[in-house]
T-cell receptor, first 115, second 107 residues
Framework: DTEVTQTPKHLVMGMTNKKSLKCEQHMGHRAMYWYKQKAKKPPELMFVYSYEKLSINESVPSRFSPECPNSSLLNLHLHALQPEDSALYLC??????????????FGEGSRLTVL | AQRVTQPEKLLSVFKGAPVELKCNYSYSGSPELFWYVQYSRQRLQLLLRHISRESIKGFTADLNKGETSFHLKKPFAQEEDSAMYYCALGQGGKLIFGQGTELSVKP
């Protein structure tokens, strides 16, 4: 399996809801990432996990809460989001993480709409 | 600060014409540079990385440290090359993307 799989593909939620985005990879990669992408804009890094530990948090608001239960899974828990958080959320993985970035493998994304 | 600049938002060429997508970067150390491509309704995927010096789908990119550039080139564009292209800089485990250039190849 050489893919990063994200579920759900689409999610609509209200500002008071709690939901989660899930990401899975079975390539043995030890680094996993969450990116946010607005329409016609480049992906923006949110979080990096390396060996299941949070390595980078790009000053993301606490209403986004990442979790890495094991080396194959990455979750993004969502709570009390704002309409401006509506975007495509991309998960990615790479063999390792450190000084050299290496190739990132991206999922197809979860399109989130906050009403 | 580290930065990646893609000056063209949209590049439109005819099939068979040469194409060059520009990318300039600012980085104080030895850069790690990539081109990623996003075809319509497909996932973002790696096209080229500067260390491999290979040609993928007829595309090449040469790192010019003097001009701090990593332009993407193809001698004869095909309609299936139409996509969004992102130049990216690897820095300390982060991938910093340029704003992207949408390439449209017309028949």
């Amino acid at each position: 399996d050489t893919e990063v799989t994200q579920t759900p593909k689409h999610l609509v939620m209200g500002m008071t809801n709690k939901k989660s985005l899930k990401c899975e990879q079975h390539m043995g990669h030890r680094a996993m990432y969450w990116y946010k992408q607005k329409a016609k804009k480049p992906p923006e890094l949110m979080f990096v996990y390396s060996y299941e530990k949070l390595s980078i948090n790009e000053s993301v608001p606490s209403r986004f809460s990442p979790e890495c239960p094991n080396s194959s899974l990455l979750n993004l828990h969502l709570h009390a989001l704002q309409p401006e958080d509506s975007a495509l959320y991309l998960c990615a993985s790479s063999q390792a993480w450190g000084a050299n970035t290496g190739e990132l493998f991206f999922g197809e994304g979860s399109r989130l709409t906050v009403l | 600060a580290q930065r990646v600049t893609q000056p063209e938002k949209l590049l439109s060429v005819f099939k068979g014409a040469p194409v060059e997508l520009k990318c300039n970067y600012s980085y104080s150390g030895s850069p790690e540079l990539f081109w990623y491509v996003q075809y319509s309704r497909q996932r973002l995927q790696l096209l080229l990385r500067h260390i491999s010096r290979e040609s993928i789908k007829g595309f090449t990119a040469d790192l010019n440290k003097g001009e701090t550039s990593f332009h993407l080139k193809k001698p004869f564009a095909q309609e299936e090359d139409s996509a969004m292209y992102y130049c990216a800089l690897g820095q300390g485990g982060k991938l910093i993307f340029g704003q992207g250039t949408e390439l449209s190849v017309k028949p």
